[in-house]
């Protein structure tokens, strides 16, 4: 199949050309459709490329159009440039199905909206007058990684700025958004590709949509960026929008962000050091043990642990409180094996080399409470 992307380098095009990209290379081998070649189309590209470009492309995604220009005048682009894509389709008896990328403020009388609307009913009446099949999106609020800051996205400025702790200005915390995400709206695309779009009469949606409010995202990305001082990760489930908003966060670091040191716990012993830490699933530390060193010598009522040795060579032992027989496990960082540490049994990790450090990570399923440990020294 030859896929027409117009408007290839914007925010929606060069997402969806990528992962396309990655199907024609057979680096996605998820999208059951085979991609033959990709035609980018965008304002700088030669007319003459164009012309071939509509002659043999068998599915064109519209996604060119204007939305911030510095003169009205130019919202008409929203609708001639389609207009020339038609005729130019027409002229070559090209009759592939055209996706329009429209906008949900087409219902709105303004300039760019009434734009929008007369691009929509020219595709609409294209697809019965030609028998070709159509797909007409009105997209709200696109976020993900790639979207310009400060143009036509709040969350992209957002994101943005408070990434690099640069002021932002909210009018009202309780404006509500109706937002999608980007890689749904590039999964849609697929389906569209396969002639499987979402339809709700002539018009087609991406089904996977959110509504947040400014307040409740300015909140979420503060506390995605005061995650490298707090340590803890907020609760992300799959396909939430807190797990799409933080990649799209993440995507926004300053070099100076991209990595962060962490601050450990340092004596004659070794180092305990957290790493990371959520609410709902433990958190995470490394610790070094100098050689000879023994580490630990308690034990938990709730709490338990997994140990994984990634280097060196230890002993941990486990035994139950009120008995003697003591659990051996010898482990090293060649053959990684995790370690239960077991509520009720005092546990310790010992050092067994005269030379080189012991480094475990560790897992616990709660956070650490200085208020109430459920950390009892009792040796092994």
Same mark, same amino acid.
């Given at each position: 199949?030859?896929?027409?992307?117009?408007?290839?380098?914007?925010?929606?095009?060069?997402?969806?050309?990528?992962?396309?990209?990655?199907?024609?290379?057979?680096?996605?081998?998820?999208?059951?459709?085979?991609?033959?070649?990709?035609?980018?189309?965008?304002?700088?590209?030669?007319?003459?490329?164009?012309?071939?470009?509509?002659?043999?492309?068998?599915?064109?995604?519209?996604?060119?159009?204007?939305?911030?220009?510095?003169?009205?005048?130019?919202?008409?682009?929203?609708?001639?440039?389609?207009?020339?894509?038609?005729?130019?389709?027409?002229?070559?008896?090209?009759?592939?199905?055209?996706?329009?990328?429209?906008?949900?403020?087409?219902?709105?009388?303004?300039?760019?909206?009434?734009?929008?609307?007369?691009?929509?009913?020219?595709?609409?009446?294209?697809?019965?007058?030609?028998?070709?099949?159509?797909?007409?999106?009105?997209?709200?609020?696109?976020?993900?990684?790639?979207?310009?800051?400060?143009?036509?996205?709040?969350?992209?400025?957002?994101?943005?700025?408070?990434?690099?702790?640069?002021?932002?200005?909210?009018?009202?915390?309780?404006?509500?958004?109706?937002?999608?995400?980007?890689?749904?709206?590039?999964?849609?695309?697929?389906?569209?590709?396969?002639?499987?779009?979402?339809?709700?009469?002539?018009?087609?949606?991406?089904?996977?949509?959110?509504?947040?409010?400014?307040?409740?995202?300015?909140?979420?990305?503060?506390?995605?960026? $005061?995650?490298? @001082?707090? !340590?803890?990760?907020?609760?992300?489930?799959?396909?939430? =929008? #807190? %797990?799409?908003?933080?990649? *799209? /966060?993440?995507?926004?670091?300053?070099?100076?962000?991209?990595?962060?040191?962490?601050?450990?716990?340092?004596?004659?012993?070794?180092?305990?050091?957290?790493?990371?830490?959520?609410?709902?699933?433990?958190?995470?530390?490394?610790?070094?043990?100098?050689?000879?060193?023994?580490?630990?010598?308690?034990?938990?009522?709730?709490?338990?642990?997994?140990?994984?040795?990634?280097?060196?060579?230890?002993?941990?032992?486990?035994?139950?409180?009120?008995?003697?027989?003591?659990?051996?496990?010898?482990?090293?960082?060649?053959?990684?094996?995790?370690?239960?540490?077991?509520?009720?049994?005092?546990?310790?990790?010992?050092?067994? $080399?005269?030379? @080189?450090? !012991?480094?475990?990570?560790?897992?616990?399923?709660?956070? =650490? #409470? %200085?208020?109430?440990?459920? *950390? /009892?020294?009792?040796?092994?």
């Amino acid at each position: 199949m030859k896929v027409l992307v117009t408007g290839a380098k914007g925010f929606v095009g060069k997402n969806l050309v990528e992962n396309l990209k990655n199907v024609r290379d057979n680096k996605d081998r998820t999208r059951a459709v085979v991609i033959d070649e990709i035609f980018e189309y965008d304002i700088d590209t030669p007319r003459e490329f164009f012309e071939e470009y509509c002659k043999t492309c068998d599915f064109v995604f519209n996604l060119a159009g204007v939305n911030r220009p510095k003169d009205a005048a130019q919202f008409n682009v929203n609708h001639s440039f389609l207009g020339d894509l038609l005729n130019t389709l027409e002229k070559y008896g090209n009759k592939c199905p055209v996706m329009l990328s429209s906008s949900t403020q087409a219902l709105l009388d303004n300039d760019y909206g009434r734009s929008k609307k007369e691009a929509e009913d020219l595709l609409l009446e294209y697809g019965k007058n030609n028998d070709v099949r159509v797909c007409v999106y009105r997209f709200p609020n696109v976020f993900g990684k790639w979207c310009r800051p400060n143009y036509n996205s709040a969350v992209a400025t957002f994101c943005h700025n408070i990434a690099n702790d640069l002021p932002i200005q909210v009018n009202d915390r309780n404006t509500q958004l109706t937002l999608v995400y980007i890689d749904d709206i590039v999964d849609e695309m697929f389906e569209a590709l396969k002639g499987l779009e979402h339809k709700d009469g002539d018009l087609c949606y991406v089904p996977i949509t959110h509504k947040k409010t400014l307040g409740e995202i300015v909140d979420l990305l503060e506390t995605f960026n $005061s995650e490298p @001082e707090t !340590l803890l990760m907020p609760s992300i489930p799959k396909g939430s =929008f #807190e %797990k799409k908003l933080y990649s *799209t /966060f993440l995507s926004y670091l300053p070099i100076r962000k991209v990595s962060f040191e962490l601050q450990g716990n340092v004596d004659e012993r070794g180092s305990f050091t957290e790493f990371l830490k959520t609410k709902d699933h433990g958190q995470f530390s490394i610790n070094i043990s100098k050689p000879g060193i023994t580490k630990g010598q308690h034990w938990h009522n709730t709490k338990w642990e997994f140990f994984l040795v990634v280097a060196g060579h230890g002993l941990i032992q486990e035994r139950k409180i009120g008995s003697d027989e003591i659990m051996e496990f010898e482990v090293n960082g060649k053959k990684l094996e995790a370690i239960h540490m077991l509520p009720g049994y005092t546990h310790n990790i010992i050092n067994l $080399s005269d030379t @080189e450090d !012991l480094v475990t990570l560790m897992w616990a399923n709660e956070l =650490f #409470e %200085k208020d109430r440990p459920d *950390t /009892f020294f009792e040796e092994v």
